[in-house]
């Protein structure tokens, strides 16, 4: 099975909420996040044609950031690839018949504000500290705002975690807009179409 047939099972069990394809984390993207108001799952999706190079570099991206971590997979890669996840990484294998949970994701107590708050848009960051009283805040850096972050216990991660929630759900009409404009300017233009000949005028014969 390939990466869009697994992406086609994976959609319809994503209920309540919104969920984003290809969504920037950290230094890589992952493949689907479901995002409602009180969580934010991410799956990865590992088809046949697909190597197990990137996951440990998508585990600590998405460990930083999600709530809930699944990798969606075919049978091919489980002998390799759970030996690789920690336990409270949900498992989705992937056949024709269709999704088969070989293990239930666990809740993920290790996100990180710095790294949660680069979901989104510097100037949402800061206008998040601002309306907490950070007097300053919109002249900061992207470095200064992560370090801020990294290091002040007057901003709660489940405040943080909940305007990164909200934001990127708010975003979606945009997202889908975006995603229809782009379709249709790949979409080829319409050939003229031609007159048939019948309604052609017939040649004007001399003599």
Not at 49 to 55: A, C, E, F, S
Not at 133 to 159: K, Y
Request: aromatic share 6%; hydrophobic share 40%; charged share 30%.
């Amino acid at each position: 099975m390939n990466d869009p047939e697994i992406r086609a099972l994976l959609y319809p069990l994503l209920t309540g909420g919104v969920y984003i394809d290809e969504l920037p984390t950290g230094t890589t993207r992952a493949d689907v996040v479901h995002i409602t108001s009180d969580f934010m799952h991410g799956y990865e999706v590992k088809g046949d044609g697909d190597t197990l190079q990137r996951v440990a570099n998508q585990l600590r991206c998405y460990g930083e950031v999600y709530d809930f971590v699944t990798f969606v997979v075919t049978e091919k890669h489980l002998p390799k690839l759970l030996p690789r996840l920690p336990e409270w990484v949900g498992v989705l294998v992937a056949t024709a018949a269709g999704l088969r949970v070989y293990r239930a994701a666990g809740y993920n107590a290790r996100v990180e504000p710095a790294p949660i708050a680069k979901l989104l848009l510097l100037e949402e960051v800061k206008q998040f500290l601002l309306a907490r009283g950070l007097a300053g805040a919109s002249t900061l850096r992207g470095r200064e705002v992560a370090q801020f972050l990294r290091t002040t216990r007057t901003v709660p991660l489940s405040c943080l975690a909940q305007y990164v929630r909200d934001r990127l759900i708010a975003r979606l009409p945009e997202r889908l807009l975006m995603r229809a404009e782009r379709k249709a300017e790949r979409r080829p233009p319409r050939a003229k179409r031609k007159r048939s000949l019948s309604r052609r005028k017939a040649p004007v014969r001399l003599g």
